[in-house]
């Protein structure tokens, strides 16, 4: 039956549909990767204050405010998109996206009302980029056939992390490295760093260009758009998640450890150069190894999700992810530190494609927009609190205890996941 479904799948989707929705993940990666994660992070940090913890500090703000405004939309937003189409709203959101991160280039940390500014700016980057994903995602369980959901969705992460590597060494070769950067770019202000977000907008509109043109929605009502109309869907939804029980305990688990993971994506650059004296080579270094690891760990876990489950295998994700946690909040040395970051790395890409497949798994037809909003939601909801507990704590005692706090969110989620039942899920959605 599953290899009926599968080429059937095939047959309507085609290869040009399946393959330009996982360079999307090429795409995308270089602002998570560039901006969000490794350069852009870490020297706002170094030249936006006075010293690395006040730095933190702020960029957790940043972070915090994107969180709840992608709370607050991304539920809303998924509605909008199963009554209207999804593909549109993909495309609005990247293009939003690609040109605040361009703008994000030319603010100085010089100008008046600079650490503003480029939160501000930053902030409408990071909720255009997720609110994007809430539409990217809701491809996947139209586009794949149920028993090859895991791996189609590993596929998409690894490509992605190979994506967030390129643009990595491309940003290392031509801004970072050369005593004089390539293109007779200026080093002032730190202007070479900044640049790379102009890396990062290129290389995400040039290569979600596929996307934007092969994917297609499924056919709607044809009915006017509403606002109204999605806000009563949405209120439907809410009503009937009492059905979808399973879905619910895993979106509650989701809230607690992929706050953990978030905030280790957000904050692990700025941590290997405030407690381990990371230059800006060492970093993109350290993001070359956590990309290539996270992408091989991606791969192969898709095929290992297709085989043992979505739900086995994001526990052992989240207890590896614990475990390097703790190595890192305790690392007395960089080599140390090198081997939290390597399991980090594996087990990343693992966790965040497992995630993203079980919830397609769980997802009823026509409402996988509205569904993957929740989705989102369950990722940000709580998410201002990883951020918002390691800055507090990395200004108050050091990054070190800031770090380890994020212990807790993994040993929690991972709880909470251990109640979930797959197989009932599946069932409720109708997709078994």
Same mark, same amino acid.
């Given at each position: 039956m599953h290899a009926a479904i599968s080429a059937q799948a095939m047959n309507r989707n085609g290869r040009w549909t399946i393959w330009s929705w996982c360079l999307y993940d090429w795409a995308n990666s270089a602002f998570t990767t560039l901006v969000v994660t490794f350069v852009y992070s870490a020297y706002f940090t170094a030249a936006f204050a006075d010293d690395p913890g006040r730095g933190t500090a702020l960029w957790s703000r940043g972070i915090t405010a994107s969180a709840l405004a992608i709370a607050v939309l991304?539920?809303? +937003?998924?509605? %909008?998109?199963?009554?209207?189409?999804?593909?549109?709203?993909?495309? %609005?959101?990247?293009? *939003?996206c690609?040109?605040?991160?361009?703008?994000l280039a030319f603010v100085r940390p010089s100008q008046p009302n600079a650490v503003v500014i480029a939160l501000t700016v930053f902030v409408v980057a990071n909720v255009a980029f997720e609110l994007g994903l809430v539409f990217y995602n809701?491809?996947?369980?139209? =586009?794949?056939?149920?028993? /090859?959901?895991?791996r189609l969705s590993?596929?998409?992460?690894?490509?992605?992390?190979?994506?967030?590597?390129?643009? $990595?060494?491309?940003? &290392?070769?031509?801004?970072?490295?050369p005593e004089a950067p390539l293109f007779g770019i200026p080093t @002032?202000?730190?202007?070479? %760093?900044?640049?790379?977000?102009?890396?990062?907008?290129?290389?995400?509109? &040039?290569?979600?260009?596929?996307? !934007? *043109?092969?994917?297609?929605?499924? +056919?709607?009502?044809?009915?006017?758009?509403? =606002?109204? /109309? +999605? !806000?009563?869907d949405l209120a439907v939804t809410l009503h009937h998640l009492r059905r979808y029980r399973q879905v619910?305990?895993?979106? $509650?688990?989701?809230?607690?450890?992929?706050?953990?993971? *978030?905030? =280790?994506?957000a904050f692990g650059g700025i941590y290997a150069v405030g407690t381990f004296g990371f230059d800006f080579t060492e970093l993109i270094t350290f993001g070359i190894v956590i990309n290539v690891g996270a992408g091989l760990g991606a791969l192969a876990f898709g095929f290992i999700d297709d085989r043992i489950g979505g739900r086995a295998t994001v526990g052992w994700s989240v207890a590896a992810l614990a475990g390097a946690t703790l190595i890192g909040a305790l690392a007395p040395s960089r080599e140390w530190f090198w081997v939290s970051a390597i399991l980090v790395g594996v087990f990343a890409g693992p966790n965040q494609s497992a995630s /993203?497949?079980?919830?397609?798994?769980?997802?009823?037809? #026509?409402? @996988?927009? @509205?569904?993957?909003?929740?989705?989102?939601?369950?990722? #940000?909801?709580?998410?201002? %609190?990883?951020? +918002?507990?390691?800055?507090v704590l990395s200004d108050v005692y050091s990054q070190r205890v800031g770090v380890a706090s994020l212990l807790v969110f993994f040993l929690v989620g991972g709880l909470i996941l251990r109640r979930v039942d797959e197989r009932e899920g599946i069932a409720a959605a109708g997709r078994s």
């Amino acid at each position: 039956m599953h290899a009926a479904i599968s080429a059937q799948a095939m047959n309507r989707n085609g290869r040009w549909t399946i393959w330009s929705w996982c360079l999307y993940d090429w795409a995308n990666s270089a602002f998570t990767t560039l901006v969000v994660t490794f350069v852009y992070s870490a020297y706002f940090t170094a030249a936006f204050a006075d010293d690395p913890g006040r730095g933190t500090a702020l960029w957790s703000r940043g972070i915090t405010a994107s969180a709840l405004a992608i709370a607050v939309l991304a539920p809303i +937003a998924g509605a %909008l998109a199963d009554r209207g189409g999804r593909r549109r709203y993909l495309i %609005l959101c990247s293009l *939003v996206c690609v040109a605040a991160t361009v703008a994000l280039a030319f603010v100085r940390p010089s100008q008046p009302n600079a650490v503003v500014i480029a939160l501000t700016v930053f902030v409408v980057a990071n909720v255009a980029f997720e609110l994007g994903l809430v539409f990217y995602n809701a491809f996947l369980s139209s =586009i794949a056939a149920p028993g /090859r959901i895991g791996r189609l969705s590993g596929y998409g992460w690894g490509l992605g992390y190979a994506g967030g590597l390129m643009a $990595l060494l491309a940003a &290392l070769v031509v801004f970072v490295l050369p005593e004089a950067p390539l293109f007779g770019i200026p080093t @002032e202000e730190g202007f070479n %760093l900044r640049a790379t977000n102009l890396l990062v907008a290129g290389w995400f509109l &040039l290569f979600a260009i596929p996307a !934007f *043109v092969f994917l297609r929605d499924d +056919a709607v009502s044809g009915e006017r758009l509403s =606002i109204r /109309r +999605a !806000f009563g869907d949405l209120a439907v939804t809410l009503h009937h998640l009492r059905r979808y029980r399973q879905v619910g305990r895993f979106l $509650l688990a989701r809230l607690f450890y992929n706050d953990g993971l *978030v905030t =280790i994506f957000a904050f692990g650059g700025i941590y290997a150069v405030g407690t381990f004296g990371f230059d800006f080579t060492e970093l993109i270094t350290f993001g070359i190894v956590i990309n290539v690891g996270a992408g091989l760990g991606a791969l192969a876990f898709g095929f290992i999700d297709d085989r043992i489950g979505g739900r086995a295998t994001v526990g052992w994700s989240v207890a590896a992810l614990a475990g390097a946690t703790l190595i890192g909040a305790l690392a007395p040395s960089r080599e140390w530190f090198w081997v939290s970051a390597i399991l980090v790395g594996v087990f990343a890409g693992p966790n965040q494609s497992a995630s /993203r497949s079980l919830m397609a798994r769980f997802v009823p037809a #026509k409402h @996988e927009s @509205e569904f993957f909003g929740f989705f989102a939601f369950s990722g #940000k909801v709580t998410s201002f %609190l990883g951020p +918002a507990l390691l800055g507090v704590l990395s200004d108050v005692y050091s990054q070190r205890v800031g770090v380890a706090s994020l212990l807790v969110f993994f040993l929690v989620g991972g709880l909470i996941l251990r109640r979930v039942d797959e197989r009932e899920g599946i069932a409720a959605a109708g997709r078994s």
